[in-house]
């Protein structure tokens, strides 16, 4: 009796490169099948599954970054305090799409809270090789160690980047647009002294809102009633509003760059006996679950946070495959008409 030698000595698994010739494609087309990208044609994604189904393919992470010399991680760095991170339903939003897109891939996600820490130790952390990828959320103009972190590895911002360079990536909303809209709205209802709380000049958000704002009025042939800074927080938007009240201007209705600080706003007027609606008209901005429960609830400009949170990590993820996938992403805006104007 004879033995077959092939059948006693178990098959080598598959590699990558054998799935990519199977299929018909890059070995950058599998990559991105397995790491769940969306930046794949109907066909070759069939062509792919296919091959891995037939080949018994099974994608071996630490051999993989073993010869790429990759981590298989992603760094999210959020640049600001933890109270604000933990405080604010918009990076709640965003951090959950985020996640969600990661944890359909291979890479796992590495939180870094850079508040309190001058830029040294975060960008010392990426630039030592820990992480393959950065997400970097909430920048500020004085956030300058992130320009280390990116020249060292493929980073995507959410929000442009006040100082933006060529080859920047970044998923934002028309955050112009958006506060256009908002104040053209006020317009529309008949209010003509509208003034505006803001947010910081550091952060490009804070920037193209009061620009939209400002853009609405000049259209309409309307002066821009009084304005005063805020930070996107409850405390910045209170603050704000008792400026605005000392500084003795008229107006009958604002807009605020964001439900946060619009619901410092509303007690602080009411403390002041102005009411809202009937008295001043106010109209916030990013439609978090704030903006449903202040009361009263808030009119303001809803933003996607969560799939902007997924398409940040969905570029990242093309970039890490080699793809290509677009510097710029811009996600709409929509005016949600509750009570508060």
Known sequence: MTTDVR???PRSAATIEEVAAAAGVSRSTVSRVVNGSTAVSPTALAA???AITELSYVPNRAARSLASRSTMAIALVVPEDISRLFGDPFFAAVVSGINARVSRSDYVLNLIIASSDPGDKTAQYVRSGAVDGAIVVSHHTSDTFIDRIAAVVPVVYGGRPTRLVEGDYYVDVDNVAGARTATEYLIGRGFTRIGSIAGPPSMQAGVDRVDGFRDALAAAGLEPGP?????FTVESGAA???EILAGGREFDALFVASDLMARGVIPVLE???RRVPDDVAVV???????ASTAAPALT???QPSFQQGERMAEVLLERLAGGTPPEETILDTELVV????
Do not use: K
């Not at 304005?227 to 930070?231: F, H, I, K, M, T």
């Not at 916030?284 to 704030?290: A, E, I, L, N």
């Not at 509750?338 to 104007?341: L, M, V, Y």
């Open 48 to 50: 792919v599954q296919r």
């Open 7 to 9: 059948a006693a000595v």
């Open 284 to 290: 916030g901005f990013d439609d978090s679950p704030v």
């Open 227 to 231: 304005v005063a800074v805020g930070d």
């Open 338 to 341: 509750r009570d508060s104007a």
């Open 300 to 302: 303001t400009m809803r």
């Open 240 to 242: 704000a509003m008792r």
């Open 271 to 273: 403390t002041a006996g």
